[in-house]
């Protein structure tokens, strides 16, 4: 049984030992940790007791109150609510902090325990705006998606911080942004099984846009046709002829279209996939020279339906190095670094190029964001490699005939992508 409970004089001694069992942690501060037991019981409960009231409270300092999450008898979590804002809390802090002790954490309590508190907050009307805030550091993942999935929604970033809030008006039914809705693990409407189409857990795709390169290696019989996926823009698959567990599939660009596709082979059985392509250059580069993907920065929307929302998603950091390992073993030079993936090429303005290199891009695509959150959800062994094509690394850009001119490169990348992912 999960309930709150507020802090009080009757259950000191287990208030007491929670206090003493963790440090302050993830900005959530403990000023009890190391104090006696004497001085917890005569000196900290008349100091709640008068800070719930608003009683000598320090500079700066707002009324609040301590709500413990139990479970059974046991109390396992801390939630801080600040019963208003002042201009610092607003731009800083917010409502609400809260610890779950590590023996408990990924287990839901943190979700439960805030929805607990939102609803008592509601029923017994002791807040004062229409919302509540939330500040968390931008590494806090389990915290972020621990709002969001009680309706909150990221307001903004700054400096490694993420800002959310939580509607309280039952008029505000909907975030701001509805990108920020992560509905996690929801069913979904469509079904997305094919029963004309089943891989083996040791099949391995790569995802590959060169297609004229596709239709050589079908002519000179290195590949043959497996499997066509109609629809407005079907999916052409092969399958290498001297090993069949490898497959090849025919790129389609943006999230949405690659994406939906890659989203069906997966729920059909395909666990490692490698994407091979080309994209712009952020950083001074010759065309042809590689780039491991390390993340991606998410300017875009396919990915916000996969992972909760974030300004940079990481890759699979096992499969990157394995890629690694296998491109320093071939004395291959590479770059690593963050992609950036936008939805619309006509809008890579010049501020917005100078921004994403502040934030560490080395290389603009339109598919990385999408597919690393894709493959994340499904928990599927996901890498990619692009060549440097154009060149946005100056105010001036330069097509540098990237694609026609670089049919070799192309050609062979395919033929190291295929040793990379038999290393998977």
Not at 75 to 94: A, C, E, P, V, W
Not at 196 to 213: G, M, N, S, T
Not at 312 to 324: A, L, R
Not at 360 to 370: L, R, S
Request: charged letters at 30%; aromatic letters at 16%; a neutral charge.
């Amino acid at each position: 049984m999960i309930y709150l409970k507020k802090f009080n004089n009757e259950d000191y001694l287990k208030e007491y030992e929670f206090f003493q069992k963790f440090e302050s942690e993830n900005g959530f501060e403990n000023p009890y940790s190391n104090i006696s037991l004497d001085e917890f019981k005569n000196k900290v409960l008349k100091e709640r007791k008068e800070s719930e009231k608003g009683i000598n409270l320090k500079e700066g300092h707002v009324p609040d109150t301590y709500f413990f999450l139990y479970k059974n008898e046991e109390i396992i979590g801390l939630f801080k609510f600040r019963h208003y804002l002042n201009d610092f809390l607003k731009d800083h802090s917010g409502h609400i902090g809260y610890f779950i002790l590590p023996s408990f954490r990924n287990k839901r309590y943190a979700k439960e325990g805030l929805k607990l508190l939102i609803e008592y907050l509601k029923l017994n009307k002791l807040y004062k705006e229409d919302e509540l805030y939330f500040e968390c550091y931008e590494y806090n993942k389990a915290s972020i998606n621990t709002i969001l999935s009680n309706d909150g929604y990221i307001h903004h970033y700054d400096n490694g911080c993420v800002y959310l809030r939580i509607p309280l008006n039952n008029d505000k039914k909907y975030n701001s942004i509805p990108l920020t809705e992560f509905d996690g693990k929801e069913e979904q409407f469509l079904e997305s099984e094919n029963i004309f189409l089943r891989f083996k857990k040791e099949d391995k795709a790569i995802i590959c846009y060169f297609h004229e390169v596709i239709d050589r290696l079908e002519k000179e019989n290195i590949i043959t046709f497996y499997s066509e996926i109609r629809g407005e823009n079907s999916l052409f698959i092969y399958q290498f002829n001297d090993n069949k567990d490898i497959f090849i599939i025919k790129g389609l660009v943006g999230e949405p279209l690659i994406g939906g596709f890659i989203h069906l082979l997966i729920t059909n059985g395909l666990k490692n996939i490698l994407f091979i392509g080309g994209g712009g250059s952020l950083i001074p580069s010759n065309v042809g020279d590689l780039v491991l993907i390390d993340g991606a920065i998410r300017d875009e929307g396919f990915s916000f339906f996969y992972e909760p929302p974030s300004r940079i998603i990481y890759s699979n950091k096992d499969i990157v190095i394995k890629i690694e390992n296998e491109l320093r073993r071939k004395n291959i030079p590479y770059k690593k670094g963050l992609s950036w993936s936008i939805d619309s090429m006509y809008r890579e303005t010049k501020s917005r190029v100078n921004r994403r290199k502040e934030e560490g891009a080395i290389v603009v695509e339109m598919e990385q964001a999408g597919l690393i959150a894709l493959t994340k959800y499904f928990k599927v062994n996901y890498g990619a490699i692009i060549y440097f094509g154009d060149d946005l690394s100056n105010n001036n850009h330069k097509w540098r005939k990237w694609q026609k001119g670089n049919n070799d490169s192309r050609y062979n990348l395919v033929f190291l992508a295929k040793e990379i992912i038999e290393k998977y």
